[in-house]
């Protein structure tokens, strides 16, 4: 059987993380693993040498409750993570999955997940998470290192649990996105959906080819497609389209360059996770 990977912190957006997993579980017949990944900090302690230079007696008794503190700390957060994951198995249960696995797991969360997600299709995390700055909507402080590393999709949760009925393809023609074409064309997860490819840019017959061979390998799998090029800015063309179009899901390449690009230029992918507050499946 086929799995998903979700990625579970105790944040406002763990529990719509659950609820796209199990939609995602319901039209794949996957199963889902839950995945909470504690910092080696957070899970041993941080023991620091505080005694400097006073008496030998009393730097070890010194030490001894230090060492205390942070095995009660580790405690308290091996007990947290627990019951993050049955929180969210609870809620999964709930929603009708009948596969789960909890795994709470102590380390790097990006090298957790990139073990993980060699067995399953799909890798799913909220678009912010516990530690981010909702004021000033901040990603989540691993998810563009997640979406780096990860070989499968990405599914990233909106902060509310929306059914899609439409979903909108920001196709460039490149290999991130025939490898978004190809993925739709053969999963389940899009049965039934319609489909927009769109590709922001200048209409020329060399655009219109890549997008109509797009276009045909998907109604293959029987999808009503419809395709647009429109010229502008990407940021500001997806986000009108999935305004306008009433889109419940979009799907794109992401991060095509590196972090040193993307500061000097900007991310496409990171400013339209900003912008559209629905769910984005991205594809490296």
Not at 35 to 59: D, E, F, K, P, Y
Request: aromatic share 4%.
């Amino acid at each position: 059987m086929s799995k998903i990977i979700a990625l579970v912190d105790g944040s406002i957006y763990s529990e719509s993380v659950c609820e796209y997993a199990s939609w995602i579980s319901s039209r794949t017949s996957s199963a889902v693993d839950i995945l909470h990944v504690l910092a080696r900090h957070t899970a041993s302690g941080s023991s620091q040498n505080l005694s400097g230079n006073i008496a030998l007696g009393a730097r070890t008794t010194l030490l001894e409750e230090l060492s205390e503190t942070d095995a009660l700390a580790a405690k308290k957060g091996q007990v947290r993570g627990r019951e993050i994951l049955n929180t969210a198995q609870s809620q999964l249960q709930e929603l009708g999955v009948d596969h789960i696995q909890t795994l709470l797991r102590i380390g790097d969360i990006v090298e957790e997940v990139k073990e993980f997600e060699s067995e399953a299709q799909m890798v799913v995390i909220g678009k912010r998470g516990d530690s981010a700055d909702f004021v000033k909507l901040n990603l989540g402080a691993n998810l563009e290192s997640i979406v780096r590393s990860c070989q499968k999709p990405v599914f990233l949760a909106a902060r509310s649990f929306i059914k899609a009925e439409r979903f909108l393809v920001a196709f460039d023609g490149g290999p991130s996105s025939q490898k978004a074409i190809d993925y739709i064309a053969n999963s389940s997860l899009f049965s039934g959906l319609r489909c927009h490819l769109l590709h922001v840019g200048v209409d020329s017959p060399k655009t219109e080819h890549s997008l109509m061979l797009a276009k045909h390998k998907i109604e293959k799998s029987g999808l009503d497609v419809t395709t647009d090029v429109t010229n502008g800015s990407a940021e500001a063309v997806i986000g009108n389209a999935v305004k306008a179009k009433d889109i419940g899901l979009l799907v794109m390449g992401a991060y095509g360059h590196s972090r040193i690009r993307n500061i000097i230029i900007g991310s496409t992918t990171t400013e339209m996770i900003h912008r559209c507050k629905i769910p984005i499946m991205l594809f490296r």
